[in-house]
């Protein structure tokens, strides 16, 4: 492809609001262009790598017997009733005006709906479906530009077995695959355990790439390879003390005193020995909740833990609710149900609010004082704690989620009737699994790892072209006539070829501009080399150049351009 005939509008300047390197360099390489808050339009060569990423998907979804498909975005509002999605999805949920409809998140519940109109059978059974379409998220953040729009492509796959054995099948089916795609993608990758959130089901593994831009956060163990959501993750951390003899309780007149750092000031005592409380609301009611000292509560924990979505009380709702301030809450005298981190097991003498403003509790002994507490693992796990695995130290850092796949179990075939008849003529539910890549997160989290201060570097594995030729002065005749003679024949020896023949660019404009794109061999063609018979190819990762004779030229590029 000739240069000066694409449309490749590359930027000099880093453009206003990006602030992540894949999201600078995507507007500068002229791959990409907002439209609006998290809306991208893909330019010729953004979409090309598009193209790329998702021939390596289809490639491999095609090896594991996948079928592709293409569902409508606009869906039946009524479908998502029926599995209690539509309230779920709450607001990320993009609703049709005067209709009926919305814009789907996911697909889940569509693919449901045709199986259950067309399977009937075991015989019929397994059967992977994925489609690689449009979903569309009112994500209330829409940042860092393509890794988290409001409309976006997602690779999304769903198996349908008759047991929870066969859906072990198909869910290792697409860890392989899943590993396969991102390695041809050269893409560095590790796997965590997850929590299965809104989409519920029994087992979900994620897909992640370490990095700063990341909203997720994982904890990971260098020693023996243990890596988990900071959502599902857990940590070896001492529990709170049981003490022989537990002492009575007593009122402490704490004035101004709020936080935990400060209680443990003023009484002299160890954060350990305390319990900090907070209220929440869960299906309109409220709860309260402990924490060891300072250890923070992870809401994804909580929310699994009660099996829906829960909300802190507001400062006026807690007043009235336990007639203190936040800072001065606790469990004593607190009639409604109390969960506790499982750290603070029977824990006693323990102090924590009193549920009157500048007063304390001291004494406290869960086990005795806080009847129908319950114990559950809320913590979230902080860098530095002890592997529960391998005893090691946990590295926690922030990572971007390129794909989850999901064991759902019959959740959505029992919501929408989706079953089948087994051997023995006995109707039962289909067994589901999910499996969702997102196709623009591959490509910038590839760019996230591949860049430098100049710009993308692309590799064998993924490029938009082969060789990125460079005419340097294309007003001199023996420039443009080699440079043009080369350009063909790399096309006839089936190499996909830039060939930047722009006559009215500087030198520095184009070499800056190969850096920029990132092609991984560059092929400059030079009045001053070619006086010599000479032709310079430089390596764009290593920044290594050599000059090679130009009857060599042939030779050395089948050696670098694989
Ligand atoms: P996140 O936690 O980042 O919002 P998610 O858990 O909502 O992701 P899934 O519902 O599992 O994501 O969707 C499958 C895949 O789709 C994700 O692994 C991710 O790669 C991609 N994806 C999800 N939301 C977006 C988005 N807003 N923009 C781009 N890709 C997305
Ligand atoms: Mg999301």
Known sequence: MKFSKSFIPTLKEVPA?????????????????????????????GYKMIKKITKIIREEMDAIGGQEFHLPALNPKEIWEQTGRVEAFGDTMFHVKNRDLVLAPTHEEIMTYHVKGEIKSYKELPQIWYQIQTKFRNEARPRSGVIRGRQFLMKDAYSFDTSFENLDKSYQAHYEAYRKIFDRCGIKYFVVGASSGAMGGSKSEEFMVKSDAGEDTVAYCEKCGYAANIEVATSLVEPVKRYEESKEIYEIHTPNVKSIDELCEFLNIDERETAKSRVYIFNDKPFMILMNGNDEVNETKLENYLGGAVRPAHPDELKEITGADAGSIGPIGFSGRIIADNRLKDGNNLYSGANKNDYHIGGIDLKRDVKNIEYADLRTVQKGETCTRCGAELDVFKAI??????????????????TFLDENGKEKPIVMGSYGIGV???????????????????DERLKPFDIHLLGLNMKKE?????????????KEKGYDVLFDDRISVQAGVKFNDADLIGVPVHVVVGERGLKEGKIEIKLRRTGERFSVELDNLYEKLKEVVK
């Open 401 to 418: 989620e390129l794909g989850h796949i999901f064991k759902l179990g019959t959740k959505y075939s029992e919501a929408l009737g989706a």
């Open 478 to 490: 023996i420039v443009a006539e080699t440079a043009e003679k080369i350009y063909s024949e790399l």
């Open 440 to 458: 623009e997160r591959v490509l910038a989290c590839y760019i996230e790892q591949n860049y430098d201060e100049k710009g993308i570097i692309w």
């Open 17 to 45: 609001d990006a602030v992540i390197p894949s999201h600078i360099l995507m507007l500068r390489a002229g791959m990409t262009r907002m439209l609006s808050a998290g809306i991208y339009s893909f330019l010729p060569l």
